[in-house]
Nanobody, 117 residues
Framework: QIHLVESGGGLVHPGESLRLSCATS????????MDWYRQRPGEERERVAY?????????YYLDSVKGRFTISRDNAKNTVYLQMNSLKPEDTAVYYC?????????WGQGTQVTVSS
């Protein structure tokens, strides 16, 4: 069974950094792309970052986080990361990791990130 477990969220001040982790199990991690999504209060879930399978190096970022967020993966640890720098209050959201496998979407439980002075 596929499991995605996020960690690393918390309360930070504007300009500070956080690194989110998503530990996975139940599938061949290196074979699949991984995403980070977020859902801000009162809004729909949006994709923040994407990283391709294997060591393709392909990435995508939401325009509003380009240059501040970096997605990476460690295939040996079956883990995907989201390094978030220069955080802004508008980055406040629940962050989810996601993958698509065998025609199903899989989501973690989410981790809360709050950016406030």
């Amino acid at each position: 069974q596929i499991h995605l477990v996020e960690s690393g969220g918390g309360l930070v001040h504007p300009g500070e950094s956080l690194r989110l982790s998503c530990a996975t199990s139940g599938f061949i991690f290196s074979n699949f792309y991984m995403d980070w999504y977020r859902q801000r209060p009162g809004e729909e879930r949006e994709r923040v970052a994407y990283i391709g399978a294997y060591t393709s190096g392909s990435t995508y970022y939401l325009d509003s986080v380009k240059g501040r967020f970096t997605i990476s993966r460690d295939n040996a640890k079956n883990t995907v990361y989201l390094q978030m720098n220069s955080l802004k209050p508008e980055d406040t959201a629940v962050y989810y990791c996601h993958t698509y496998n065998a025609q199903r979407h899989y989501w973690g439980q989410g981790t809360q990130v709050t950016v406030s002075s």
